[in-house]
């Protein structure tokens, strides 16, 4: 058999997956023997991996893979790829399936000696499923159903290779040609397929009518890896004891419809590399029709373990009267759950995400997915009943309780946990819009895949024909002109999680200029789960308003109050995109996250800022002046012809050619300096302090309060800005640490000053 470590053995496992993706096969990540899982060493990482319809591209695998983990294939008709998965190496039944074959061109990986896969290409006609008790497994495409849509697709199996590293430390190994894999052979395939028949025979029509004890010991001998008689099958073969005690093994099956050639394949199986054909054949003869007895049972070292007596201490009747009760295990239904829905939860809080329509959603989630639970629970109660207790009518299922639905969902968080980075991870590459994904890297439209983690969706259609005369109209008649390209770019910008550029807007003007007009369709463009409303000066003070923000794109809050906002270190933590934020929601756990919701706000009058010139340098101040509320220009329920499909689909290709502008240029086409916008700020949140600043030079002498209060009107009416009162531009004044005092002439003609 030729070796390949050069190819894959020696690599590491990023290198492996560019390799195995270069010749067609798809691959996964998958958990670390080491790390905290369900199946440490072979459990994929990705959500949705069973779905996946081509290999990971060079760019994806650098930053999905890490060679700290292990690597899988995705086994089926998408990397044309079938596996036999042999965990437990029967010599009787593999010497037959491979008798006269030449296997010195087949494809192994391995890490033991008896444990290993045998890879081929797709082969329609081998389907996939687990068979136990022949000790190993058929690792292909398995059809399922959707059951939102109830569309059938096709989900993978997961096949652990090389150069992983399983958890008793070995490397696994692969020897054979992987990219000039065989066809399984038709003989093998002949072979295999009465294999599978034998075992669904004697699972599904023959234990089921077996006795109880028998059942138990079966699933001993053949499914519970922890159970000390696991594959112990030499307790059949020895003196005269042994040979009993297989007869009577025997006798079970064959008295409740086990045929000849069923009892063979056991035989080959309980006698491994001792089986004979013929042998075997001969002795089968002396198996009796009828089964052991009670008393056989209960002398039987082995069998009476599984024996059962009764509470009164009278064994239970080898004929039983009434059906056996059912019960389902917790992780059946958990599994059957993940293989019909998406899901992940958020490894710090345990919030369920479910995915529906292109995005996953945690609002019902729980819910949603309890009422699937016991669903499933009714479904695999009703599917026992009839294998365990098939001359008895199922009149009633015993529902699911609470904390069973609690089980349920304990189990399935443990097998879905994602830390938060991983959500940003695709919506740093992709707008996720109604109809699709747009990609930001390639610049393209593509469909829907839940492999990708969103957490919110935008409500717009994407049409790259779209147009919005009635928007451009709206922004013409409100804006500056020199601003409406920026209010598009901005929009684009609203549509990523990107925060790089650390900047907040704030539109400002007079009731009725459009502020609130343009915020609503800032949130139209957005969607209502992609934005929160949290006023500025709550954000700086309230943790919970700060929660709000998680997973956002947008903070949208409009005619914000004028309260002074006496600090800014959170604003300026929530618009740098580098630093983590502290957030709890009300009777949830406290969690860390980094902000990437842009703050966007209106206010008639801008609120005063703290003296913190990095606080200015982080704003956008755009001005809307023109007043149409209450004019011959006012258009009653303008929103309404703003925000219909197409519009929307329009204004999604003008914010996507403002976004394009963006990366392109590195920033926005707002060009005011920090001075100008220190300068606008202060001039429109306080202008007492900002005439101060550009009109009174310090001196130890006095000047006359009303030549100074009649110099700041004159400003404001030259600046025109709002007309403080003197006695409020006073208290301003004094704010700021200038002093008032005034000169009272006495009758002598001296004066006597009063500070």
């Not at 373990?305 to 917790?330: A, L, N």
């Not at 800005?721 to 704010?735: A, C, P, W």
């Amino acid at each position: 058999m030729t070796s390949l470590p050069v190819i894959v053995n020696d690599l590491n496992v990023k290198e492996a997956a560019r390799y195995y993706a270069s010749i067609g096969i798809i691959t996964h990540p998958i958990h670390s023997a080491t790390d905290d899982c369900t199946s440490p060493g072979k459990q994929p990482i990705p959500i949705g991996w069973q779905k996946r319809e081509k290999p990971y591209t060079d760019e994806t695998i650098e930053s999905k893979f890490n060679n700290d983990k292990n690597i899988g294939f995705l086994c089926g008709a998408r990397s044309d790829l079938t596996g036999i998965d042999v965990d437990w190496n029967v010599k009787g039944i593999w010497d037959d399936v491979f008798r006269g074959i030449d296997t010195s061109g087949f494809v192994k990986v391995s890490h033991t000696e008896e444990k290993y896969h045998l890879l081929f290409k797709y082969c329609k006609e081998l389907k996939a499923g687990q068979y136990k008790v022949f000790g190993f497994d058929i690792l292909s495409d398995d059809p399922k159903i959707d059951p939102v849509t109830k569309k059938e697709y096709v989900a993978g199996d997961n096949c652990v290779c090389a150069p992983s590293i399983h958890k008793d430390g070995n490397k696994y190994q692969i020897t054979g040609n992987i990219e000039d894999r065989p066809e399984v052979p038709e003989i093998v395939l002949e072979k295999l397929n009465k294999l599978i028949a034998c075992h669904n025979h004697i699972k599904k029509v023959v234990l089921p009518k077996c006795r109880a004890w028998f059942r138990d010991m079966w699933k001993a001998l053949f499914e519970l890896k922890d159970d000390d008689l696991y594959h112990k099958t030499n307790i059949f073969y020895g003196d005269m004891e042994e040979r009993e005690r297989c007869l009577h093994f025997f006798a079970e099956l064959k008295a409740n419809g086990a045929d000849d050639h069923d009892m063979l394949i056991i035989c080959a199986v309980l006698f491994g590399e001792r089986f004979d054909f013929d042998k075997a054949s001969n002795e089968l003869k002396n198996v009796n029709d009828k089964p052991a007895t009670t008393e056989t049972v209960k002398a039987d070292p082995y069998f009476c373990r599984f024996y059962k007596e009764t509470s009164r201490g009278r064994p239970k009747k080898d004929k039983v009267d009434k059906p056996e009760k059912i019960r389902v295990p917790f992780d059946v239904v958990a599994d059957e759950i993940l293989k019909q829905f998406d899901i992940f939860n958020m490894r710090d809080t345990g919030q369920i995400y479910i995915y529906n329509n292109g995005v996953y959603k945690n609002d019902g989630a729980d819910a949603i997915i309890e009422t699937h639970i016991r669903r499933v629970h009714d479904e695999v109660y009703n599917e026992y009943w009839g294998i365990i207790n098939p001359t008895f009518e199922l009149t009633h299922i015993q529902k699911a309780t609470t904390t069973y639905v609690n089980e349920v969902l304990a189990y399935i968080r443990s097998l879905t946990h994602i830390p938060r980075k991983e959500i940003d991870e695709a919506a740093n590459r992709y707008i996720n819009l109604k109809n699709g994904l747009f990609n930001l890297s390639e610049w393209k439209f593509e469909a829907h895949d839940p492999k990708y983690l969103f957490i919110s969706q935008s409500p717009v259609n994407y049409d790259e024909k779209a147009t919005c005369p009635n928007i451009s109209k709206f922004l013409n008649e409100v804006a500056r002109p020199e601003d409406i390209n920026f209010l598009f770019e901005w929009v684009g910008y609203c549509l990523t999680l990107e925060v790089q550029h650390q900047k907040a807007v704030l539109l400002y003007g007079p009731p009725g200029t459009g502020k609130s007009v343009y915020l609503s369709l800032l949130e139209a463009a957005v969607g209502e789960e992609s934005r929160t409303c949290q006023p500025l000066q709550k954000l700086e003070s309230d943790k919970y308003r700060r929660a709000q923000l998680y997973g956002k794109k947008v903070n949208i809050c409009s005619d914000i109050p004028d309260t002074k906002m006496h600090q800014s270190n959170i604003f300026k933590a929530l618009t740098s995109g580098i630093d983590t934020i502290d957030g709890e929601n009300k009777f949830k756990d406290p969690f860390s996250f980094k902000n990437t919701a842009k703050l966007t706000f209106s206010a008639n009058k801008i609120p005063e800022g703290p003296k913190d010139e990095a606080y200015y340098q982080r704003w956008i101040l755009i001005e809307f002046a023109n007043r149409f509320r209450g004019t011959t220009k006012e258009v009653k329920g303008i929103i309404k012809s703003l925000t219909t499909e197409q519009e929307l689909s329009g204004l999604l290709n003008l914010a996507r050619n403002g976004l394009k502008q963006v990366k392109d240029a590195d920033g926005f086409s707002y060009s005011k300096t920090f001075a100008e916008i220190e300068k606008e700020y202060l001039l429109n949140s306080n202008p007492s302090a900002a005439f101060m600043d550009e009109c009174i030079i310090m001196s130890t002498d006095d000047l006359d309060s009303t030549i100074l209060y009649a110099t700041f009107v004159e400003w404001c009416r030259t600046h025109n800005t709002e007309l403080v009162s003197k006695i409020g531009f006073s208290r301003k004044i004094n704010e700021m640490g200038f002093t008032s005092h005034r000169e009272n002439v006495t009758r002598d003609g001296s004066k006597k000053v009063t500070v």
